[in-house]
């Protein structure tokens, strides 16, 4: 059974920087490319990062050159590496896999940046 578990979410004020992580189990997580998405209240959830197989990683651009995404093929994680946060980053952020035509998702952790 797919299963992805994030963490590492909280309250941060503006400037600050936060970490989150997704830990995926029941598949093979160095073969997929692995992703990010984030829904703040009363919006559509949206694409943030994601990043490949063979590490190339891809942005939305109003996160370009803040947020960073990695994986650890041997830990099954991926990362979500946060700087420079802005109170519009508020959201729940979600990890999502893609396997065929079956979409994945993990349970979510919030993010506030407020002061």
């Known amino acids: 059974q797919v299963q992805l578990v994030e963490s590492g979410g909280g309250l941060v004020q503006p400037g600050g920087s936060l970490r989150v992580s997704c830990v995926l189990s029941?598949?093979?997580?160095?073969?997929?490319?692995m992703g990010w998405y984030r829904q703040a209240p009363g919006k559509q959830r949206d694409w943030v990062a994601h990043?490949?197989?063979?590490?190339?990683?891809y942005y939305t651009d109003s996160v370009k050159g803040r947020f960073t995404i990695s994986r650890d093929n041997a830990k099954n994680t991926v990362y979500l590496q946060m700087n420079s946060l802005k109170p519009e980053d508020t959201a729940v952020y979600y990890c999502?896999?893609?396997?065929?035509?079956?979409?994945?998702w993990g349970q979510g952790t919030q993010v506030t940046v407020s002061s």
């Open positions: 990043i490949t197989r063979d590490d190339y990683s």
């Open positions: 029941g598949t093979i997580f160095s073969i997929y490319t």
């Open positions: 999502h896999l893609q396997i065929g035509t079956n979409d994945y």
